[in-house]
């Protein structure tokens, strides 16, 4: 942002920190989740913290699927990207960090169309994974119906209705 003389607020929408590529994409607390998410459809709880770890991580844990590599880390970091363009433009806060884990399930389904009808299939597969492990992982993370119903009348929420 700097480079293109952004007269805006140079830090991070998600957390405040100093924003940089490095930090959306891999140092940012809503980025290692969104990795953390897709490190648990892997079999891993490593988080990368650069782009070559990425490709590292992926070698290691999704062998013989070299092709969609980058697919699949320009899924999530064009996903990171656009949630962020909304925090900081349009101030649309998103309502759960597994949000943009969704919206890379659906770019890889569209892209998908893209690959080599052999690994179109491999790069929905990955998708669907992507979209049930962060449902489940928000299912776990929400606040039971009780606990939220609580928190709401505490705070006085709908008495701003």
């Known amino acids: 942002m700097k480079k293109r003389q952004w007269q805006g607020d140079i830090k991070c929408s998600f957390c405040s920190a100093l924003e940089s590529a490095q930090h959306l994409f891999f140092g940012c607390s809503v980025a290692k989740i969104v990795w953390r998410t897709l490190g648990a459809v892997i079999g891993t709880s490593y988080v990368p913290k ?10 290691a844990f999704l062998s013989g699927f070299y092709e969609i590599y980058t697919v699949g880390l320009a899924a999530v970091c064009w ?30 389904n569209y892209w998908a169309g893209m690959q080599k009808p052999e690994m179109a299939d491999n790069v929905k597969k990955g998708a669907q994974l992507l979209k049930r492990s962060a449902a ?18 505490s705070e006085g929420i709908w008495g701003e209705w």
Not at 50 to 59: A, E, F, K, M, N
Request: charged share 20%.
């Open 50 to 59: 650069t782009i070559w770890q990425v490709y590292s991580w992926l070698y």
């Open 79 to 108: 996903s990171i990207w656009l949630t962020r363009n909304r925090a900081t433009f349009e101030k649309k806060i998103i309502n759960t960090l597994f949000e943009i884990a969704f919206t890379t399930s659906a770019f890889l």
């Open 136 to 153: 489940q992982m928000l299912h776990l993370c929400e606040p039971s119906r009780a606990e939220a119903t609580e928190r709401e009348e």
